[in-house]
């Protein structure tokens, strides 16, 4: 065979199956945002499916408005999310540079501990949590919830972040001390700036972990006034009935503030993965 057509055939074999990756991402996302169009009725119709709406509606974005304090639900999950991104990002920083760049007793068992809560199952810890949290006062407020975010989303930035250190060459900070920089001002001044989408990534990653998280919001939230998005539509499944409509328009709507963040960091995050992916 060719090498021409043996070329064409494995590009072609890429692009199909890029093809196929991408339908099965965008597909649910457009059927979520053209079900929140939909009446009630054609929703439910089983016998009937449609692939675009027969009359466009906002009967479900009212309806959602009316059932909930949206904004409220919204003001929730962003400060618990941009605290968590931030917080996390600063200690993976702070951590991620430790790992990197000393060597202290436990060193290799701390990164494996860091690794193996990984596989743990965040739902484990929820209940010893919960009673911990109940008796410090934090049930039912943005700190509770904040510190669980928190903890089990640093161990991974924490190593990402790791990662992002060894890939910038230690030569850098010592030119940097013998010009007259101290440690730390040879972090902020040349390390940092190097490892600018890293940073972006782990931000964006602890960000989403936060936002979209539901078990814990509904396990240590328990009044209206204090839901994140996520806890809030999840009251709209009921036993007996789902209301399919609003549902998909509270989602629509909570898919907007991360699709313009992915969409102003996307060059950052791509590269700052990729990056950490390579250790110079």
């Given at each position: 065979?060719?090498?021409?057509?043996?070329?064409?055939?494995?590009?072609?074999?890429?692009?199909?199956?890029?093809?196929?990756?991408?339908?099965?991402?965008?597909?649910?996302?457009?059927?979520?945002?053209?079900?929140?169009?939909?009446?009630?009725?054609?929703?439910?119709?089983?016998?009937?499916?449609?692939?675009?709406?027969?009359?466009?509606?906002?009967?479900?974005?009212?309806?959602?408005?009316?059932?909930?304090?949206?904004?409220?639900?919204?003001k929730?999950?962003?400060?618990?999310?941009?605290?968590?991104?931030?917080?996390v990002?600063?200690?993976?920083?702070?951590?991620?540079?430790?790992?990197?760049?000393?060597?202290?007793?436990?060193?290799?068992?701390?990164?494996?501990?860091?690794?193996?809560?990984?596989?743990?199952?965040?739902?484990l810890?929820?209940?010893?949590?919960?009673?911990?949290?109940?008796r410090?006062?934090?049930?039912?407020?943005?700190?509770?919830?904040?510190?669980?975010?928190?903890?089990?989303?640093?161990?991974?930035?924490?190593?990402?972040?790791?990662?992002?250190?060894?890939?910038?060459?230690?030569?850098l900070?010592?030119?940097?001390?013998?010009?007259?920089?101290?440690?730390?001002?040879?972090?902020?001044?040349?390390?940092?700036?190097?490892?600018?989408?890293?940073?972006?990534?782990?931000?964006?990653f602890?960000?989403?972990?936060?936002?979209?998280?539901?078990?814990?919001?509904?396990?240590?939230i328990?009044?209206?006034?204090?839901?994140?998005?996520?806890v809030?539509?999840?009251?709209?499944i009921?036993?007996?009935?789902?209301?399919?409509?609003?549902l998909?328009?509270?989602?629509?709507?909570?898919?907007?503030?991360?699709?313009?963040?992915?969409?102003?960091?996307?060059?950052f995050?791509?590269?700052?993965?990729?990056?950490?992916?390579?250790?110079?």
């Amino acid at each position: 065979m060719n090498w021409k057509i043996r070329r064409a055939l494995g590009n072609g074999g890429r692009f199909i199956i890029l093809a196929l990756f991408l339908l099965g991402v965008l597909l649910p996302m457009y059927w979520m945002i053209i079900t929140s169009l939909k009446t009630n009725p054609e929703i439910i119709n089983a016998q009937r499916l449609t692939y675009w709406p027969e009359t466009f509606t906002s009967e479900n974005y009212i309806a959602l408005f009316k059932l909930f304090s949206y904004g409220g639900l919204l003001k929730n999950s962003i400060i618990v999310s941009v605290s968590t991104g931030i917080c996390v990002t600063l200690l993976s920083i702070l951590g991620g540079y430790s790992f990197a760049r000393y060597k202290f007793h436990g060193k290799e068992s701390m990164l494996v501990f860091f690794m193996v809560t990984q596989m743990i199952p965040g739902i484990l810890v929820i209940i010893p949590l919960y009673v911990i949290l109940s008796r410090m006062g934090l049930i039912n407020t943005h700190m509770g919830l904040f510190i669980y975010y928190l903890i089990s989303n640093l161990p991974f930035c924490v190593i990402t972040m790791r990662s992002f250190f060894e890939r910038i060459p230690y030569t850098l900070e010592e030119a940097a001390r013998v010009d007259g920089c101290t440690r730390l001002q040879s972090l902020w001044r040349i390390v940092l700036p190097s490892m600018f989408p890293g940073i972006v990534a782990v931000f964006v990653f602890a960000f989403i972990g936060a936002w979209n998280e539901l078990i814990a919001g509904t396990i240590l939230i328990n009044t209206p006034e204090m839901w994140t998005i996520p806890v809030g539509l999840k009251t709209l499944i009921g036993k007996y009935n789902v209301q399919w409509g609003v549902l998909m328009a509270g989602a629509t709507l909570a898919l907007i503030p991360t699709a313009v963040m992915f969409a102003g960091m996307q060059k950052f995050v791509v590269e700052g993965l990729t990056a950490g992916a390579v250790k110079e």
